[in-house]
């Protein structure tokens, strides 16, 4: 059984008195002590799309970087370039986003090193002899630095259930061609005799894979890089994917692709899961729907516990299924592939702090 600690919170609590509560929890249970001296620790969180998402604030980091500092040892915020084409498909707009977005060192006392380099291609294979693959691309500094600490908002996910841990670290930390293979099933189809030609998923496609046709949206499946937001976006029930054929699928992807960047770092890893802010769609989304309350903050050293712990909070919390909140599908499948693959434990123990 693993260790889960928790730290509730109230509603709308300030995020520096939160970040204050998990500092002194940090400290007070030890929790960092895997840092050696002149360890290099990627901290690796997500910068939100924008301003308006629910991603871990600023001040999160700090109080996570001062711990760092603490054992001797230089921390660093960390994030990969995305697929599509936006605010963070290359190393150079993704930190002037992240700057934007308030990570400048003035508040968060750490530098930004992107780990999959210059264009989301600097990765290294790690051995994890899944059942999908003998080996996943991880962006090379998640497996080079001396230490991770996995900072993630909980979120709804369109396709993976819930996004957290295991999502930040599956596709979060995988290189560009790591998260092509996760995407490579999942394609959306459009239904012509729905579409009323809103334009809506032309506008809102990441990847400008979607074009207006005589009858109705056309999608280039060369460019679709199958992130689902023309599904999420259209009103009309005109967009359609083989759930089937994808959210099991995907969601053993990038489960696989988690266990490989935890293998990278066993024994040198923490995850810190951030349930306040909690949205229906993940942070890569610009828009933000509020589905409950804040709840709090999760530590500890298993990806799997954490993840589970989370997801009986928030259905705890709110008194509901989490399909039921977000999207309807089996959002419990990453936790329970994970145990078939023998990657960390689901059963965890809730130490409240
Ligand atoms: S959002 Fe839906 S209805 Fe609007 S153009 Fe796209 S597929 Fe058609
Ligand atoms: S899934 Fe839809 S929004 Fe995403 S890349 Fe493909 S066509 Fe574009």
Same mark, same amino acid.
């Given at each position: 059984m693993s260790k889960?600690?928790?730290l509730k919170t109230e509603n709308n609590s300030s995020d520096e008195l939160l970040a204050g509560k998990l500092k002194a929890l940090i400290a007070k249970e030890e929790l960092f002590n895997f840092i050696a001296e002149k360890d290099?620790?990627?901290?690796?969180?997500?910068?939100?799309?924008s301003d308006k998402s629910g991603y871990a604030r600023p001040v999160i980091l700090k109080r996570?970087?001062?711990?760092?500092?603490?054992?001797?040892?230089?921390?660093?915020?960390t994030e990969t370039s995305t697929l599509y084409k936006g605010n963070r498909d290359n190393a150079v707009i993704h930190i002037e986003h992240a700057l934007k977005q308030g990570f400048g060192f003035e508040n968060t006392g750490m530098s930004i090193i992107m780990s999959d380099g210059l264009y989301g291609d600097e990765e290294i294979d790690v051995p994890i002899n899944g059942k999908l693959y003998d080996s996943v691309k991880i962006a090379s500094l998640i497996v080079k630095s001396h230490g991770l600490v996995c900072v993630s908002h909980f979120t709804g996910h369109l396709i993976a259930g819930f996004g957290a841990a295991i999502k930040n670290m599956g596709m979060? /930390?995988? =290189? @560009?061609?790591?998260?092509?293979?996760?995407h490579s099933t999942a394609k959306p189809e459009i239904m012509p005799e729905?579409?009323?030609?809103?334009?809506?998923?032309?506008?809102?496609?990441?990847a400008q894979a979607v074009t207006m046709g005589?009858?109705?949206?056309?999608?280039?499946?060369?460019?679709?890089?199958?992130?689902?937001?023309?599904?999420?976006v259209c009103r009309f029930d005109a967009v359609k994917y083989n759930w089937g054929a994808t959210y099991e699928e995907l969601q053993k992807k990038i489960v696989e692709h988690a266990?490989?960047?935890?293998?990278?770092?066993?024994?040198?890893?923490?995850?810190?899961?951030?349930?306040?802010?909690?949205?229906?769609?993940?942070? /890569?989304? =610009? @828009?933000y729907e509020n589905i409950c309350g804040d709840i709090g903050v999760l530590v500890s050293h298993d990806p799997v516990a954490i993840d589970a712990a989370s997801l009986d909070l928030v259905e705890k919390f709110s008194?509901?299924?989490?399909?039921?909140?977000?999207?309807?599908?089996?959002?419990r499948f990453q936790i329970d592939y994970a145990k078939e693959i023998g990657f960390g434990n689901a059963d965890y123990e809730l130490v409240e702090c």
């Open positions: 889960v600690y928790f290099m620790v990627a901290v690796k969180t997500h910068f939100g799309e996570i970087g001062e711990l760092v500092r603490e054992k001797n040892a230089l921390p660093f915020m979060g /930390c995988a =290189s @560009r061609k790591g998260k092509m293979v996760q729905l579409c009323t030609k809103c334009k809506q998923c032309v506008m809102w496609c990441p005589d009858d109705s949206a056309v999608i280039n499946n060369d460019k679709c890089i199958g992130c689902g937001e023309c599904l999420a266990f490989g960047v935890y293998k990278a770092n066993e024994g040198k890893s923490i995850y810190i899961n951030i349930l306040t802010r909690i949205s229906k769609d993940c942070d /890569c989304m =610009s @828009r008194g509901r299924n989490f399909s039921d909140m977000a999207y309807d599908i089996p959002y």
